[in-house]
């Protein structure tokens, strides 16, 4: 199981992230979860959002340049070293994360972390075989 991310490619200016939420606000989109990563002239937002179709079309019609991929979302318990024994069964089954972000979700206790994995479907099928629980949308 899968979950869409958008990512979306900005200029490093003043004010070019509040452009991204205000077209995601307008639309009525509710951005999950959020990371960015920058350098000196752009940055890649990478979003979770809750209509990714209609996030995509709002931003492509906002000007901003955008990429879906598919990253998975698994639930952690919100303990210390609960992320650890996610990332020990990934080190020893040798699956490579590219970059994760994470999301509380406060009510449930557990945390959502998003793995983008170097071999999604591989990692996939040890997160299923280990028994972590996944979500799909959150």
Not at 104 to 132: C, P
């Amino acid at each position: 199981m899968a979950i869409q991310q958008i990512s979306v490619f900005l200029e490093n200016t003043t004010g070019r992230l509040g452009e991204v939420t205000r077209v995601l606000a307008q639309a009525g989109i509710n951005i999950r979860a959020i990371s960015i990563a920058d350098t000196a002239d752009f940055g890649i937002l990478r979003l979770i959002v809750d209509k990714c179709a209609e996030a995509v079309k709002a931003l492509g019609d906002g000007g901003f340049t955008t990429r879906q991929s598919d990253v998975a979302a698994v639930e952690v318990d919100d303990t210390p070293g609960g992320l650890a024994g996610v990332m020990e069964l990934f080190q020893k089954s040798q699956v490579n994360i590219e970059y994760l972000y994470a999301s509380l979700e406060g009510q449930t206790g557990k945390a959502v972390v998003i793995f983008k994995l170097e071999d999604h479907d591989r990692g996939l099928k040890i997160i299923r075989e280990n028994g972590l629980a996944m979500v799909d949308r959150f």
